[in-house]
T-cell receptor
Framework: AQSVAQPEDQVNVAEGNPLTVKCTYS??????LFWYVQYPNRGLQFLLK??????LVKGSYGFEAEFNKSQTSFHLKKPSALVSDSALYFC??????????FGTGTRLTVIP | GAVVSQHPSWVICKSGTSVKIECRSL??????MFWYRQFPKQSLMLMAT?????????EQGVEKDKFLINHASLTLSTLTVTSAHPEDSSFYIC??????????????FGNGTRLTVT
């Protein structure tokens, strides 16, 4: 079965510093991986996806993610964090049933 | 970009009543929509897959008679929480897949509905 794990419930980073939100996956076959962001009392917004191709995927709002097959990871990164990046971030994998399995989420707080 | 409108954004109802939540794709057609439930500080849990013109597919443990799903058109799916109880209080989010995309296209999410049952 396809699944993802987000090992950190909370990540704090100072404004202007690089940020990383971790995600590892467990799949049979090729993974189709996604990152979404959720602001308070809102739905999810798509950030980026990895289907195939370059391991470094660039997405919305300056975010990028690196697909690492040997480490089965798909960490979300941004070179310089903004206070407005503070939100809940979800990693997800496309399942065999063609829906998304979400990780438990990581709350990112960017400290001014 | 593709927009999914979910209504209402919040609702308070009394125990025993029913509540209907609407999910509309505004500028695309969606044969398939998904309903999720999110508990505080937890991830989204898929409740059911809504298919236009056919019965919804419910995930294990989700009561289909309690959470009625109707997908009557290519742009509208509704979730009705019947005989609501306080434990049904939660944040419900719908998402839709654009029919013009591939299976790997990102889902488009509504803004969610906060249901509080008193």
């Amino acid at each position: 079965a396809q699944s993802v794990a987000q090992p950190e419930d909370q990540v704090n980073v100072a404004e202007g510093n690089p940020l990383t939100v971790k995600c590892t996956y467990s799949v049979s076959g090729n993974p189709y991986l996604f990152w979404y962001v959720q602001y308070p009392n809102r739905g999810l917004q798509f950030l980026l996806k990895y289907i195939t191709g370059d391991n470094l995927v660039k997405g919305s709002y300056g975010f990028e993610a690196e697909f690492n097959k040997s480490q089965t990871s798909f960490h979300l990164k941004k070179p310089s964090a903004l206070v407005s990046d503070s939100a809940l971030y979800f990693c997800a994998v496309l399942t065999g049933a063609n829906n998304l399995f979400f990780g438990t989420g990581t709350r990112l707080t960017v400290i001014p | 970009g593709a927009v999914v409108s979910q209504h209402p954004s919040w609702v308070i109802c009394k125990s025993g009543t029913s509540v209907k939540i609407e999910c509309r794709s505004l500028d695309f057609q969606a044969t398939t929509m998904f309903w999720y439930r999110q508990f505080p500080k937890q991830s989204l849990m898929l409740m059911a897959t809504s298919n236009e013109g056919s019965k919804a597919t419910y995930e294990q443990g989700v009561e289909k008679d309690k959470f009625l799903i109707n997908h009557a058109s290519l742009t509208l799916s509704t979730l009705t929480v019947t005989s609501a109880h306080p434990e049904d209080s939660s944040f419900y989010i719908c998402s839709a897949r654009d029919d013009s995309g591939t299976g790997y296209s990102p889902l488009h999410f509504g803004n969610g509905t906060r249901l509080t049952v008193t």
